[in-house]
């Protein structure tokens, strides 16, 4: 099991959903396939994980570079409410800060998704295999009726 979008992207059941399904799995992967591109400067977001996480860096440098001081909260979804609060100036609430995307919850949802494109594609192939079936039952049936 994969823990980023990009090896799922990788998998076999992506592909052949996109495939079967043109009008959104497809569209869907030309849309992550475009935005790959033009985040990760002209190449496909499922290359070599070194490679993204240097672009993912300079990405966030020029970030840094471009925004003005004391406009820019960089903080982890680990220090809960405090940090952002704090910056965007308002009272920390009395829930606890929600860690719902975690590499868990993620994988997880990968699952449920790999459950659905399982099923997406049995239905849009058995049609075709109830054919094929049909045909070869039919072929042999008549085939042995006509050698008698």
């Not at 980023?4 to 592909?15: F, Q, V």
């Not at 240097?54 to 004391?70: I, M, N, Q, S, W």
């Not at 009395?94 to 239905?123: C, G, S, V, Y």
């Amino acid at each position: 099991m994969t823990a980023t979008l990009a090896g799922y992207r990788k998998s076999r059941l992506a592909r052949i959903n996109a495939w079967l399904d043109p009008a959104y799995a497809g569209k869907l992967e030309t849309l992550f396939a475009l935005m790959g591109k033009v985040l990760w400067g002209g190449k496909d977001w499922t290359q070599e994980e070194e490679i993204c996480k240097a672009k993912f860096r300079a990405h966030y440098d020029e970030v840094r570079r471009l925004t003005p001081p004391g406009r820019l909260l960089e903080f982890e979804l680990k220090q809960g409410w405090e940090p952002l609060c704090k910056f965007l100036g308002k009272e920390v609430p009395d829930e606890p800060f929600p860690h719902l995307f975690n590499t868990a919850a993620f994988q997880e949802m990968l699952k449920r998704r790999d459950r659905a494109l399982a099923m997406n594609i049995a239905r849009k192939l058995a049609p075709m295999l109830v054919l094929a079936i049909s045909v070869g039952v039919g072929f042999f049936y008549f085939r042995g009726n006509m050698t008698k």
